[in-house]
C-alpha cells in the first residue's frame, strides 16, 4: 500500500505467530476475535497486537474486534504466503530428514522442491515424493526449480559452502540451520535456527529461577 509506514522487524517476527492462532481461530468456526483473546493466543500482549495490526491498515472495530477471515488473508498475503515458494532442502541428515517430512510448509506457502546431499549413500533415495539428488547438481536444481528458499540442514563444515553456492544459482533467502555464523551477501536475507542455543537460553532461564534443583557441575 503506497505511503504505509515500514513495518518493523520485531513486527513482523510475531505475524507469523498471528496467523497460527488465527488459523486456529478460523479451523474452529470463530468469525471475529478481539485484541485480548489474539494476543493471549499468541503470547504477547493487547497493545501490542493493536500495534502490529495497525501496521497493516486494520484496525479492528470497537465491540466486535477483528473479523477472523480477513485478518488471515491480510496477514498471509503480507507474509506472502498466498504465493507458491519453492524450497531446497540440502542435508538430509536426521533434521533435514525430518524437515523433508513436514507437512506444515504446504498450508504455509512453502513447497519443498527438491533435496539435496554430499552423501552418495544418500543420493537416489526417496523421502515422501521426492528424491534426494547430488550436492553437484544444486545449481541446476535450483535453476529448474526456480527455488527461492534455500534451507541449510549441513554440518558446520559445508554450511558456508552451500550457502554461497545458493546464493551464486540466485537464492535469496535462506534458513540455516547448521551451528555456525554464515556470511552472505548484502540483498539476501538470513535467518538463523541453532537449537542447541536456543535450548541453552531455556537452561538460562531455569537456572535463574530453580539454581538449588540443578546440581553443582566441575569447572
Known amino acids: 500500500m503506497a505511503g504505509r509506514a515500514r513495518i518493523p522487524e520485531a513486527t513482523v517476527t510475531r505475524l507469523p505467530v498471528y496467523l497460527r492462532s488465527l488459523l486456529e481461530l478460523a479451523s474452529d468456526q470463530v468469525s471475529t476475535v478481539s485484541s485480548e483473546r489474539l494476543a493471549e493466543l499468541s503470547g504477547v500482549n493487547a497493545a501490542k497486537v493493536r500495534k502490529d495490526l495497525s501496521y497493516l491498515g486494520s484496525y479492528g472495530t470497537r465491540g466486535v474486534g477483528y473479523d477472523v477471515g480477513f485478518l488471515v488473508d491480510q496477514v498471509g498475503r503480507e507474509l506472502g504466503t498466498t504465493r507458491d515458494w519453492p524450497v531446497v532442502i540440502v542435508g538430509l541428515g536426521n533434521l533435514g530428514r525430518a524437515l523433508a517430512n513436514y507437512h506444515g510448509f504446504g498450508t504455509r506457502g512453502f513447497r519443498v522442491a527438491a533435496l539435496v546431499d554430499a552423501d552418495p549413500a544418500l543420493v537416489g533415495e526417496s523421502i515422501g515424493e521426492l528424491t534426494v539428488v547430488s550436492i553437484d547438481q544444486l545449481e541446476s536444481v535450483v535453476g529448474q526449480g ?74
Open 146 to 219: 526456480q527455488v527461492a528458499v534455500g534451507i541449510v540442514a549441513t554440518t558446520a563444515g559445508s554450511a558456508q559452502d552451500v550457502a554461497d553456492r545458493l546464493v551464486s544459482a540466485g537464492v535469496c533467502s535462506i534458513l540455516n540451520f547448521a551451528p555456525v555464523v554464515l556470511s552472505v551477501p548484502s540483498g539476501v536475507s538470513l535467518r538463523n535456527v541453532d537449537l542447541s542455543m536456543e535450548l541453552q537460553v531455556l537452561t538460562f532461564y531455569q537456572h535463574q529461577a530453580h539454581p538449588q534443583h540443578l546440581g553443582s557441575a566441575s569447572v
